[in-house]
């Protein structure tokens, strides 16, 4: 018998206690990846989703805890979510229609557009220069631990690698936004 049978079974009070617990994994993956359109009570919703699902399928038995059970179910959830919006991106590339398509179904009125998405590339364009001078900017330490970061190490792991204390990569890697805000704002 599964010990969240009383949960199962519809006591919402207990299940929503008990998920309390759990948000600082939600928060955490919302951290780790990115979901377009996705807010904060959207990764809640899809959290508690996924935990009422993990406690279904938790066996006492096994050596693995709740906790446990649940962030790996969760990433696996994220990460299947994020596979599919990258495939809907590629979606796109099948529905693409020429200019003279455009013209022709939109008339004059398709160009109107036009304006607002070059002040959104001549931004994208200023950014990108601006942001070519950032490696310069950071120390060495703060580039590899960005870089890592960026590549999708968590900063315990690179503390560990390094052979450094959590607290120095954290430091590194808050000095290295710091920059990039300052050289993006400037």
């Known amino acids: 018998m599964n010990r969240f049978e009383k949960i ?3 006591d919402f009070e207990a299940f929503d206690q008990l998920y309390r617990q759990y948000h600082p994994v939600v928060f955490k993956m919302q951290t780790k990846y990115y979901l377009k359109g996705f807010d904060r009570d959207d990764w ?10 993990s406690l279904e399928k938790f066996k006492d038995g096994h050596k693995v805890t709740v906790g446990n059970f649940f962030k790996l179910n969760f990433e696996n959830h994220i990460r299947s979510l994020v596979r599919k919006q ?5 979606k796109g590339d099948m529905l693409a229609v020429s200019l003279d398509q455009k013209i022709d179904t939109q008339g004059e009125t398709f160009f109107d557009g036009i304006q607002i998405e070059e002040s959104q590339a001549l931004d994208y364009l200023i950014i990108r220069e601006k ?3 950032f490696p310069n900017v ?7 631990t960005f870089e890592e970061y960026i590549d999708g190490k968590e900063l315990s792991e690179i503390a560990q690698t390094h052979e450094v204390q959590l607290i120095k990569v954290r430091s590194a890697y808050d000095r290295a936004k710091k920059k990039i805000r300052s050289l993006i704002s400037d």
């Open 8 to 10: 199962l079974k519809g």
């Open 44 to 53: 809640l919703q899809e959290g508690r989703i996924v935990f009422f699902r």
């Open 86 to 90: 990258c495939a809907f991106k590629r």
């Open 131 to 133: 942001l070519e001078d």
């Open 138 to 144: 950071l120390s060495p330490f703060e580039r590899v």
